[in-house]
């Protein structure tokens, strides 16, 4: 893994276990707490995360100056112990001035380049809840953690946009998806300047010369969801005919890319509208969407309010890519991964969601889109060596997880015929909103609505290293 390059695969490096991970001594005789853990045990990053408690709600309260890119604040965490704890540990990478437990001044130190270990006064007992209090400043863009920063930082403000992790250059956390939490965000920038952020804008004031902007996200949220963009937007606001608030954001600076983006993003709440016929209601309370600045080409299904980077935009117009972004707020955001290995539930059906839409808008059926992919690539394509169900932490975004993540939603499709097809679709968010799911979930989950063995369809669109024999269209008959 040492030798892959790239910013992706550098991304990737930070979640590799640091070196303090194993622990070390810290049992205190007799007592029975010991340590959590340094990592929340995921095998594709076993520093992610951490174990021994589980956090309800974040509370951040900072400020950001564009023209140095300092970032200092407080976060307030309020945390579950899942056992009796001698110390435990936080992911973050900026600098700590302080940490109180329940009030009282704790110790910390670091390890690694992103671990904060905290001793409090006294051990936490099991299902104890307390406020955790890490008083923090730091330069996000200066932060190199696997020799790398996922901040961008832009002419007039800084984002934090990543996946599988961005939180640990703004906020402290215990950074997995399996511990899903609430947020609020609130970022003082200087008058003039905009913070957006996930959720509810619930309010904005400015005082001397600062602008404070107060955002809610409260449905449970994965920390790699969590977003900042500062900078100098436009914002535009609508209400959907469900009565959610739509906020959307577009950086002053897009250039040419400006018309695209708006014709695009604007259109969030008919995209919403159109995927709740597929999927069932829309799972959060806020939509929209922001473009800042940045160089980069990707798009990330943030929280209520994706990021799309304006390269998105470079070719016209680009509403598959809000489908594919909002698509995700059912299957990724509301079901999260279990573990990173279960990207699939994420972005095969986020993928698929774009076929779907196609489909609607004439531009081609998903069949015709799954026999173009099964067709454009001879068997020995390395395409076809990626595994979607376990793909490795390399090859997690790899576009096999993608297009041949759909496939085997179509080959799915015809199996078990539309009817069924489409229960299975609308009734997964439902049965897992809010929580978390593996691939292993989801194959059980549609052989129980289906009453289909689908195990060996399954293996072979998903678990083997080689392309299929059948095409997507014949293997339904098999
Ligand atoms: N979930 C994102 C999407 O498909 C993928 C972002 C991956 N890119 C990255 N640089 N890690 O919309
Ligand atoms: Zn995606």
Same mark, same amino acid.
């Given at each position: 893994?040492?030798?892959?390059?790239?910013? !992706?695969?550098?991304?990737? =490096?930070?979640?590799?276990?640091?070196?303090?991970?194993?622990?070390?001594?810290?049992?205190?005789?007799?007592?029975?707490?010991?340590?959590?853990?340094?990592?929340?045990?995921?095998?594709?990053?076993?520093?992610?995360?951490?174990?021994?408690?589980?956090?309800?709600?974040?509370?951040?309260?900072?400020?950001?100056?564009?023209?140095?890119? !300092?970032?200092?604040?407080?976060?307030?965490?309020?945390?579950?112990?899942?056992?009796?704890?001698?110390?435990?540990?936080?992911?973050?990478?900026?600098?700590?001035?302080?940490?109180?437990?329940?009030?009282?001044?704790?110790?910390?130190?670091?390890?690694?380049?992103?671990?904060?270990?905290?001793?409090?006064?006294?051990? =936490?007992?099991?299902?104890?809840?307390?406020?955790?209090?890490?008083?923090?400043?730091?330069?996000?863009?200066?932060?190199?953690?696997?020799?790398?920063?996922?901040?961008?930082?832009?002419?007039?403000?800084?984002?934090?946009? +990543?996946?599988?992790?961005?939180?640990?250059?703004? %906020?402290?956390?215990?950074?997995?998806? !399996?511990?899903?939490?609430?947020?609020?965000?609130?970022?003082?920038?200087?008058?003039?300047?905009?913070?957006?952020?996930?959720?509810?804008?619930?309010? @904005?004031?400015?005082? !001397?010369?600062?602008?404070?902007?107060?955002?809610?996200?409260?449905?449970? +949220?994965?920390?790699?969801?969590?977003?900042?963009?500062?900078? @100098?937007?436009?914002?535009?606001?609508?209400?959907?005919?469900?009565?959610?608030?739509?906020?959307? &954001?577009?950086? $002053?600076?897009?250039?040419?890319?400006?018309?695209?983006?708006?014709?695009?993003?604007?259109?969030?709440?008919?995209?919403?509208?159109? =995927?709740?016929?597929? %999927?069932?209601?829309?799972?959060?309370?806020?939509?929209?969407?922001?473009?800042?600045?940045?160089?980069?080409?990707?798009?990330?299904?943030? +929280?209520?309010?994706?990021?799309?980077?304006?390269? +998105?935009?470079?070719?016209?117009?680009?509403?598959?890519?809000?489908?594919?972004?909002?698509?995700?707020?059912?299957?990724?955001?509301?079901?999260?991964?279990?573990?990173?290995?279960?990207?699939?539930?994420?972005?095969?059906?986020?993928?698929?969601?774009?076929?779907?839409?196609?489909?609607?808008?004439?531009?081609?059926?998903?069949?015709?889109?799954?026999?173009?992919?099964?067709?454009?690539?001879?068997?020995?394509?390395?395409?076809?060596?990626?595994?979607?169900?376990?793909?490795?932490?390399?090859?997690?975004?790899?576009?096999?997880?993608?297009?041949?993540?759909? =496939?085997?939603?179509?080959?799915? $499709?015809?199996?078990?015929?539309?009817?069924?097809?489409?229960?299975?679709?609308?009734?997964?968010? &439902?049965?897992?909103?809010?929580?978390?799911?593996?691939?292993?979930?989801?194959?059980?989950?549609?052989?129980?609505?289906?009453? $289909?063995?689908?195990?060996?369809? %399954?293996?072979?669109?998903?678990?083997?290293?080689?392309?299929?024999?059948?095409?997507?269209?014949?293997?339904?008959?098999?």
């Amino acid at each position: 893994r040492l030798l892959v390059t790239g910013a !992706l695969s550098a991304s990737l =490096l930070l979640l590799v276990p640091a070196s303090a991970a194993a622990g070390g001594p810290g049992r205190s005789p007799g007592d029975g707490a010991a340590p959590g853990a340094p990592g929340i045990g995921d095998p594709y990053y076993p520093a992610s995360g951490n174990g021994g408690y589980d956090v309800s709600h974040y509370d951040l309260r900072l400020r950001y100056r564009p023209a140095t890119d !300092l970032l200092e604040g407080t976060a307030t965490i309020i945390a579950t112990a899942l056992e009796d704890l001698t110390r435990f540990n936080l992911d973050f990478g900026l600098t700590v001035s302080e940490v109180r437990v329940n009030g009282r001044e704790a110790a910390f130190t670091r390890s690694g380049d992103h671990e904060l270990e905290v001793t409090p006064v006294t051990p =936490l007992r099991k299902n104890r809840t307390v406020p955790v209090v890490v008083r923090y400043a730091g330069k996000p863009s200066e932060l190199k953690i696997g020799g790398w920063t996922a901040w961008h930082r832009t002419p007039d403000g800084g984002v934090a946009a +990543q996946e599988p992790a961005s939180a640990v250059w703004w %906020f402290p956390s215990n950074d997995h998806p !399996l511990d899903k939490a609430t947020f609020d965000i609130s970022v003082a920038v200087p008058d003039g300047t905009q913070a957006i952020s996930n959720g509810v804008l619930r309010s @904005r004031s400015s005082r !001397l010369g600062w602008t404070r902007w107060n955002w809610r996200s409260d449905r449970p +949220q994965a920390t790699y969801l969590a977003t900042l963009a500062v900078g @100098r937007f436009d914002i535009t606001t609508d209400t959907t005919a469900n009565g959610l608030p739509v906020l959307n &954001a577009y950086s $002053r600076d897009l250039g040419d890319n400006a018309g695209a983006a708006r014709a695009s993003v604007e259109r969030t709440a008919e995209v919403v509208e159109w =995927l709740e016929g597929v %999927f069932g209601p829309y799972p959060f309370n806020a939509l929209g969407g922001y473009v800042p600045n940045v160089p980069s080409g990707y798009a990330l299904e943030t +929280q209520t309010r994706p990021f799309y980077s304006p390269r +998105q935009f470079a070719a016209g117009a680009n509403v598959s890519v809000v489908v594919h972004e909002m698509a995700h707020q059912w299957y990724g955001d509301s079901v999260s991964v279990k573990g990173w290995r279960d990207i699939w539930i994420n972005e095969g059906f986020a993928r698929y969601s774009q076929w779907l839409w196609s489909e609607k808008e004439g531009e081609g059926t998903a069949q015709e889109l799954a026999d173009h992919v099964y067709a454009l690539r001879p068997a020995d394509d390395p395409f076809w060596t990626v595994k979607p169900g376990d793909p490795g932490p390399d090859r997690q975004f790899d576009l096999a997880v993608y297009d041949r993540g759909a =496939l085997a939603l179509q080959v799915l $499709r015809n199996k078990i015929g539309d009817e069924d097809f489409f229960t299975v679709l609308r009734g997964w968010p &439902a049965e897992y909103a809010d929580g978390n799911a593996s691939v292993g979930d989801f194959v059980a989950y549609a052989e129980r609505i289906s009453g $289909r063995q689908l195990a060996a369809l %399954f293996d072979t669109w998903l678990y083997q290293p080689s392309k299929p024999a059948l095409s997507p269209g014949a293997a339904a008959g098999a």
